[in-house]
Nanobody
Framework: QVQLVESGGGLVQAGGSLRLSCAAS????????MAWYRQPPGKQRELVAL???????NYADSVKGRFTISRDNAKNTVYLQMNSLKPEDTAVYYC?????????????WGQGTQVTVSS
């Protein structure tokens, strides 16, 4: 099992910045990648950014150039630095761990943290 705890959400004005943190604990071996997803009000959850165990990062087109995902392996923590925030970035942000298993990939989720961007 993997436990994920997010922090750092809040209310910010458009153009501002926030940094989300995701602390992982438990059985962390064989984690293939960590990611941030978001779910805007009334919409489906979507991938925002992903970082592999090797450090490669991928981003949704809507956040490229504004958001940066990083990881501190010593602290078992993944971060999402969000700059130039827009009202459309308003969502509940979830941290996820994708772990290799004999049957495929097991996904673990945090409880989510609210990000609200005012215009």
């Amino acid at each position: 099992q993997v436990q994920l705890v997010e922090s750092g959400g809040g209310l910010v004005q458009a153009g501002g910045s926030l940094r989300l943190s995701c602390a992982a604990s438990g059985s962390l071996f064989s984690i293939n990648s960590m990611a941030w997803y978001r779910q805007p009000p009334g919409k489906q959850r979507e991938l925002v950014a992903l970082i592999t165990s090797g450090g490669s990062a991928n981003y949704a087109d809507s956040v490229k150039g504004r958001f940066t995902i990083s990881r501190d392996n010593a602290k078992n923590t993944v971060y999402l630095q969000m700059n130039s925030l827009k009202p459309e970035d308003t969502a509940v942000y979830y941290c996820a761990a994708h772990k290799l298993a004999t049957t495929g990939i097991n996904n673990y989720w945090g409880q989510g943290t609210q990000v609200t961007v005012s215009s």
